[in-house]
C-alpha cells in the first residue's frame, strides 16, 4: 500500500508570514494525526481526526493554527502568522482500527522560519 | 513535566552484540507501549508494541519487556546490526491502544559499529 504523502518535504519562510502543510493518508484509514517535532524531541500531538471530525485539538494553538480535513481523506494544517517558534518537523499520520501496528507516518515538513 | 523518559540520548554497541534500549514512564494510566524507529530525514516507523497486560513481546530480533511496577520498558535487540543504527523512540498511550494519541519519549540514537 503507498504510505503517507506530505507536501512540501522542506519550508523555508520569513516570520509572520502564512504557511500550509498538506497530508494524504493511507488510503481507508479513518484517523489523521498531525505531530510536532522540534529538534531534539520526541513528536508532540497538534490534532487528531476521526474521518472529518477533530475529536482532539487541545495541543493545537488555535490563536495561529487551524487544521482541516475535507471529506475525512487530505488534510492541511496552516499556521498563520508564523513565528520563529514554529520552526520544527510536521508529521502526519494515520491509522486504521483493524490494525494494531501503531500509525503510519509520513516523511513530514521541515519549517524553518527565519 | 515529561511522561516518558528516555534517559540516554545515545547509544553505541558493537555488531552482533545486544542493544538495550531503556523508558521509564510517569502516568500510570499508560496501558499501551510502542516502540519506534526513525532514520534522518523519515517519519518514525512502527516496531513493536506491547500491551499492559503482558509483561514481554517478540518479534524476531526485537523484545520489549514491560515492568508495570517499576513503570519501565526496554527494548532489547539481539544481535545488533548496521542497519539498526537510529533513533529509537518510546511512547504510550492511555486508553485507545495503538490508535491513541501518543505522548513520545526524547529518543535515543543508536549505532551499531561494524
Known amino acids: 500500500e503507498a504510505g503517507v504523502v506530505q507536501s512540501p518535504r522542506y519550508k523555508i519562510i520569513e516570520k509572520k508570514q502564512p504557511v500550509a502543510f498538506w497530508c494524504n493518508p493511507i488510503s481507508g484509514h479513518n484517523t489523521l494525526y498531525w505531530y510536532r517535532q522540534n529538534l531534539g524531541q520526541g513528536p508532540e500531538l497538534l490534532i487528531r481526526y476521526e474521518n472529518e471530525e477533530a475529536v482532539d485539538d487541545s495541543q493545537l494553538p488555535k490563536d495561529r493554527f487551524s487544521a482541516e480535513r475535507l471529506k475525512g481523506v487530505d488534510s492541511t494544517l496552516k499556521i498563520q502568522p508564523a513565528e520563529l517558534g514554529d520552526s520544527a518537523v510536521y508529521l502526519c499520520?494515520?491509522?486504521?482500527?483493524?490494525?494494531?501496528?501503531?500509525?503510519?507516518f509520513g516523511s513530514g515538513t521541515r519549517l524553518t522560519v527565519v | 513535566d515529561q511522561q516518558v523518559k528516555q534517559n540516554s540520548p545515545s547509544l553505541s554497541v558493537q555488531e552482533g552484540r545486544i542493544s538495550i534500549l531503556n523508558c521509564d514512564y510517569t502516568n500510570s494510566m499508560f496501558d499501551y507501549f510502542l516502540w519506534y524507529k526513525k532514520y534522518p530525514a523519515e517519519g518514525p516507523t512502527f516496531l513493536i508494541s506491547i500491551s499492559s497486560i503482558k509483561d514481554k513481546n517478540e518479534d524476531g530480533r526485537f523484545t520489549v519487556f514491560l515492568n508495570k511496577s517499576a513503570k519501565h520498558l526496554s527494548l532489547h535487540i539481539v544481535p545488533s546490526q548496521p542497519g539498526d543504527s537510529a533513533v529509537y523512540f518510546c511512547?504510550?498511550?492511555?486508553?485507545?491502544?495503538?490508535?491513541?494519541?501518543?505522548?513520545f519519549g526524547k529518543g535515543t540514537k543508536l549505532s551499531v559499529k561494524p
Open positions: 499520520a494515520s491509522s486504521s482500527m483493524t490494525k494494531e501496528t501503531g500509525y503510519t
Open positions: 511512547a504510550a498511550s492511555a486508553g485507545g491502544g495503538s490508535q491513541g494519541n501518543l505522548i
